[in-house]
């Protein structure tokens, strides 16, 4: 992991820090994570810029402070079981792995899935765990999840996942209309949900029962 080193240091120095990611977990998962082996080795080079790369199938790897603002939001300690709808390159499921105990995420696209969990392989990221399918239906049979994490953008929170949310559970989801939205930082207590509104963000749709259709 040692390639790229002091650029993924230069990364969160002039990117994350700035922004107001403090969470030293956090910061130092960001700088371990290899970014440049998640995307295509044409781009490679800019892995670490700070902007959304395309990965193919329509889809992208979010920039760098996203990954960390959303990561930061959940709160991790280390023993948390959490779910991520959107494996996506799998950038994001290799930086929490860092952080928690157990990951379980779901990419509805097969061949981006494949790719993801060969990439986990690889990488040795045993405590990931990957599905095919319709992420707004979350993974039931494995809930409740300590986390959850959204990592493409909906109309409103999907009802499975909230009730997939374990108790003093958080959710992190980009919510709004396909084209802006703004982090919703969702919190489960013994009294019911709370809501706090973070960043401005633009995500690719959340595409499902509970998301988005297709043709929007």
């Not at 709160?75 to 996506?88: C, P, R, S, W």
């Not at 209309?177 to 982090?183: E, F, I, K, T």
């Not at 963000?201 to 929007?216: A, K, N, R």
Request: glycine share 8%; net charge negative; charged share 25%.
């Amino acid at each position: 992991m040692a390639e790229y080193q002091e650029t993924r240091e230069y990364m969160v120095r002039t990117q994350l820090i700035p922004r107001g990611i403090n969470d030293p977990r956090v910061l130092d998962a960001m700088r371990r994570t290899p970014r440049h082996l998640f995307v295509d080795k044409s781009m490679r080079e800019a892995a670490y810029a700070d902007s959304a790369l395309p990965i193919g199938e329509g889809q992208t790897i979010s920039q760098p402070y996203m990954v960390a603002v959303m990561t930061e939001l959940l709160e991790l300690h280390g023993d948390e079981k959490v779910l991520e709808i959107g494996t996506g390159s799998g950038y994001q499921a290799a930086v929490l792995a860092d952080l928690a105990r157990e990951v379980f995420t779901i990419e509805r696209i097969a061949d981006l899935a494949a790719r993801a969990e060969e990439r986990f392989r690889e990488l040795h990221y045993p405590t990931i765990r990957v599905r095919v399918g319709d992420g707004t239906l979350g993974w039931p049979e494995e809930a409740p999840f300590d986390g959850i994490i959204i990592t493409a953008a909906s109309p409103r929170v999907p009802e499975p996942l909230l009730s997939q949310l374990a108790d003093n559970g958080i959710l992190i989801i980009p919510v709004g209309s396909r084209y802006s939205q703004h982090l919703l930082k969702v919190r489960k207590t013994e009294t019911g949900l709370t809501q706090e509104i973070h960043t401005p963000c633009v995500f690719v749709p959340l595409i499902g029962e509970h998301g988005w259709t297709p043709e929007g």
